[in-house]
Every structure is written in structure tokens, then in C-alpha cells.
């Protein structure tokens, strides 16, 4: 099983600067089965990002997906404030698929 | 534009089964898409359950093997979930989503339910 490590557990910033996620992988992930979500509180996860860094429809251009074999992150450029939220990494390369534990983007 | 709702009990006692069901409208079921289910325990991650496509059989994760029954009805477009002989440790949120395929069984989840709450208590 792969197991996922995001870092930080907390990123606390403030809109208009750049949040940097990491999503590092036990082994390979294969052809960059990545994909990324948002989680706000009481909602379900919203894909953002799958195959490392293609964006999922309606996403805005500031997110923005990158990384390959063990180490996946995700930038969101200019923090707006809808983006304060919990981001998850998933890869789906390796049955079974897993998540990481996720990353809390929050207000400075 | 799909939507997906799960229904069920919030409250299952321990030992017994739990058992979900996701309604599916706006899109076909026999389409080229997986049907999954995941999980999250309160203030954690999520963990994947289960996934299956409509014309082939369902794969598990190890966690839940040999408790899990993943199920399709396409005449009723539902996906069904049954956790048996359940611990406190299965009180989650439940989700269900669609799996968009990137390749053979490799899928990621690009529409989600809302989610629903399920207690193991006495």
C-alpha cells in the first residue's frame, strides 16, 4: 500500500499570497495517478487536480498541480478567500487507492 | 450535471450491519464510470472503501475485505453499501462518488455526495 505524507498539517496565510502543498509518496506513483481535493467544513471534497496537474473543469488557473514518482505539490497562487480550506492528495496508480491525511490552508 | 445523495441509519449498533444506499441523478450508471464509496472518521482523512464498474464485479480496499459488500442497481441508478459486524471504530462520514477512469481499474473520484453520518453506538 502507498502510504501519502502531506506537510505542512497547517498552512496559515493570508489572501493574495501563495500556499505550496506537498504530497510525498512511500514508493513511485505510477504515470502520475494524482490527484488533488478541497474540502471545506460540512462539504464533501471537490476535485481540483488528477493526473498530477490537470486541472478538473471550472477550476481557476491559479491552482496548479506538479510533481512526478514520489513527491506531488500543489501551489495555489493569490489565495482568495474561498481557498481557506483542507486540500487532500490521492493516488490511484497502486491498488488499494489512499489519501494523504491532508493540509489546512487558514486565515493568517 | 450528476448528483449523488446517500441515505441510511445515522445511528447502527455495534455488531450489526450498516447499510447505505446513493441515490445517482442526472447521469446514467451505465456509463463508462466507476461507483465508490469512501470514508472519514471524524477530525481525519478519508479512506477509500470500495469501487465498481457497472458491467464488472467490485474491488476493496483491505481495510473494511471481508466485511464490505459494494452493489449496483442501474434500473434504480443506487449504489449500495453494507459494512458488516460494525465497531465503533466504522463511525464515519460515508461518501459516495463517481470514478473518472484514467486507465483499466485506475480511477479518481470527480463527483461526490454529500456525505452522511454514521454513528456506531449502543
Known amino acids: 500500500e502507498i502510504v501519502l505524507t502531506q506537510s505542512p498539517g497547517t498552512l496559515s496565510l493570508s489572501p493574495g499570497e501563495r500556499a505550496t502543498l506537498s504530497c510525498r509518496a512511500s514508493?513511485?506513483?505510477?504515470?502520475?495517478?494524482l490527484a488533488w481535493y478541497q474540502q471545506k467544513p460540512g462539504q464533501a471534497p471537490r476535485l481540483l487536480i488528477y493526473g498530477a496537474s490537470t486541472r478538473a473543469t471550472g477550476v481557476p488557473d491559479r491552482f496548479i498541480g506538479s510533481g512526478s514518482g514520489t513527491g506531488f505539490t500543489l501551489t495555489i497562487f493569490r489565495l482568495e478567500p474561498e481557498d481557506f480550506a483542507v486540500y487532500h492528495c490521492q493516488q490511484y496508480g497502486n491498488s488499494p487507492w489512499t489519501f494523504g491525511q491532508g493540509t489546512k490552508v487558514e486565515l493568517k | 450535471q450528476v448528483q449523488l445523495q446517500e441515505s441510511g441509519p445515522g445511528l447502527v449498533k455495534p455488531s450489526e450491519t450498516l447499510s447505505l444506499t446513493c441515490s445517482v441523478s442526472?447521469?446514467?450508471?451505465?456509463?463508462?464510470?466507476?461507483w465508490g464509496w469512501i470514508r472519514q472518521p471524524p477530525g481525519k482523512g478519508l479512506e477509500w472503501i470500495g469501487s465498481?464498474?457497472?458491467?464488472?464485479?467490485?474491488y476493496y480496499g483491505p481495510s473494511l475485505r471481508g466485511r464490505v459488500t459494494i452493489s449496483l442497481d442501474t434500473s434504480k441508478n443506487q449504489i449500495s453499501l453494507k459494512v458488516t459486524s460494525v465497531t465503533a471504530a466504522d463511525t464515519a462520514v460515508y461518501y459516495c462518488?463517481?470514478?473518472?477512469?484514467?486507465?483499466?481499474?485506475?480511477?479518481?473520484?470527480?463527483?461526490w455526495g454529500q456525505g452522511t453520518l454514521v454513528t456506531v453506538s449502543s
Open positions: 442526472g447521469f446514467s450508471m451505465r456509463s463508462g464510470y466507476y
Open positions: 462518488a463517481r470514478g473518472s477512469v484514467a486507465a483499466g481499474l485506475r480511477h479518481y473520484f470527480d463527483s
Open positions: 465498481l464498474y457497472h458491467s464488472g464485479g467490485p
Open positions: 514508493q513511485s506513483v505510477s504515470s502520475s495517478y
